[in-house]
């Protein structure tokens, strides 16, 4: 079965990679596809909507069976500004099967520069000094203590949705 992921962020396609290690058969392919939402979404629907967008357009980009879309994003509440992740399995014909991931609030400093209008990752990487750190551990490994990385979180994000696949779901 062939695998469309629409992203080539390593966190990401190795998350796929190892939630779905017990599928047999499967190919991978990581295809850069654009999300078709704001480069950082400000709601859990423009983060759905955006890992919908990419799992859909990997999907036909490489004539898959399957394709996978994960997202970022970050979430205003009355307690702070949340960071958020959403992913979707598309198959042909069906409607999208979603999962979220674990959330947690940003510290005051990060949120203030997201609300001002940067992207998290640009954020993070300015004030912590880093390089590419969305590619890697991520806000949620470093605002953790690294106890869940970036890939962590999304291979739970994934096991959803191939536990909804299995079910029977999304058919
Ligand atoms: O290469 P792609 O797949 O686009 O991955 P990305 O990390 O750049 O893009 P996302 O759509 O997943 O996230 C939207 C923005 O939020 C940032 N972001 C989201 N979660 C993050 C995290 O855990 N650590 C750092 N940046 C994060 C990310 O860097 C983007 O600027």
């Not at 390089?131 to 291979?155: C, P, Q, Y």
Request: glycine share 12%.
């Amino acid at each position: 079965m062939k695998i469309a992921i629409g992203t080539k962020n390593p966190a990401k396609v190795e998350a796929v990679q190892t939630a779905l290690g017990s599928w047999e058969d499967c190919s991978f392919s990581a295809l850069s596809v654009p999300s078709e939402v704001s480069p950082q979404p400000f709601t859990d629907e423009e983060t759905i909507q955006g890992a919908i967008n990419r799992a859909t357009n990997a999907l036909e980009k490489a004539k898959a069976e399957i394709g996978i879309g994960l997202e970022g994003g970050v979430l205003e509440t009355d307690y702070g500004m949340f960071l958020c992740n959403w992913g979707a399995l598309v198959t042909k014909g069906n409607a999208p099967l979603i999962a979220g991931g674990a959330r947690i609030l940003l510290p005051h400093e990060f949120a203030v520069k997201v609300r001002g209008g940067m992207e998290l990752g640009h954020v993070m990487d300015e004030l912590l000094h880093t390089n590419d750190l969305s590619k890697r551990e991520g806000a949620i490994g470093v605002f953790t203590n690294n106890w869940i990385g970036r890939k962590e979180m999304f291979v739970h994000i994934v096991k959803l949705l191939a536990g909804q696949y299995d079910y029977g779901q999304g058919e």
